[in-house]
C-alpha cells in the first residue's frame, strides 16, 4: 500500500519556502519512503504590506491562513518561523518540533553602495528600534516593511542608508554577503524564538519522523524566551525580547524589560536548569517587574 503524502504547509515568500524546504531535506534525508508536498499559500500579513503588523492583526497574520488549512485537513503540517508565531497557541494545533536553531542574531545590511554615513537605519521592529537607538544614537530608524528580498530592494533605492535584519534569513536564503555586520546578542537582544524553525500540526495526530528533526535545546529555550514574553504581555509592537542559551547543564536567560512611563529598558538575567525553561522565563519576567516596581 503506498503510503500517504503528508502535506507541509509555508507561507509563499521565498525565505518561508526556502526555511521548509530545509526542514523537506531533513525528513526526506532520515525517511525517503516517506511522501512529501509543499503546499504554499499568501497570509494576511503577505497581503497588507503598507501598515504596521499591529494594525492588520498582529503576529497571528502570518498564521491565520495556515492554522485554517490545517484545520480543514488541506495541510498536516505547518512550518513557521517562531518568532511570527503568537505567544498563545491553540490547543487544537500544538507546536510538534523545534528545528535546530540557527543563528538567532541580527545583522546590519548595506546597500550595494553604501552611503558615507548610516543615518537612516530601516526597521519596523520596536525591539529593534530601542536597541539601535543606543548603538546609533544619530541615527533614524525607520519603519519599513515586505518580505526580505522586497526590503533589500527597497534599500537600493532609498532612503535608507541600512537595514537591520534576522541574519538566519539572510544565510538561508544564501545571502550571507550581504552582511557588513553581526550584532552580538549583547548588542541587540534577539526576538524570542528568532533562528528556530516550528513545526505545527493537529492535536493527537503523530508524525514519527518529526521526533528526528526534534532539537530538545532548542525546545527548551524557545520555552524559556517564549514564557518570558507571554509573561509580560508582550506583543508584535512591545519592544520585548528575550534569548536563551544552553551550556553544560544550565540554560542561561537574558529578557529585556522595558518601561513603558520612562522609555528605559534593562536586561535581566537567569541561570536554572533546562527542565524549567518555562518556569525560569516566567520568574525572570516577575522578577523585572517587582524591581521596576
Known sequence: MKPKTIRIGSR???????????????????????????????????RFLDKPLDQIGGKGVFVKELDAALREGKIDLAVHSLKDVPMETPPDLPLRAFFRRGDPRDALVLPLSPAAENTVIGSSSARRKLQLGTLFPHAAVEPIRGNLLTRLDKLERGPYTSLVLAAAGLQRLGLSHRISRVFSVDEILPAAGQGILAIQGRAGEAFPFLQAIHCPQTACTALAERAFIRALHGGCSSPVAAYAEISGQELHLRGLYWQEGSGSYRIGTLTGEPEQAERLGEQLARQMQEESV
Open 12 to 46: 509563499e515568500s521565498r525565505l518561508a519556502i526556502a526555511q521548509t524546504e530545509l526542514v523537506l531535506h531533513t525528513i526526506r534525508r532520515r525517511f525517503p519512503e516517506t511522501p512529501l508536498e509543499l503546499v504554499s499559500m499568501k497570509t494576511t500579513g503577505d
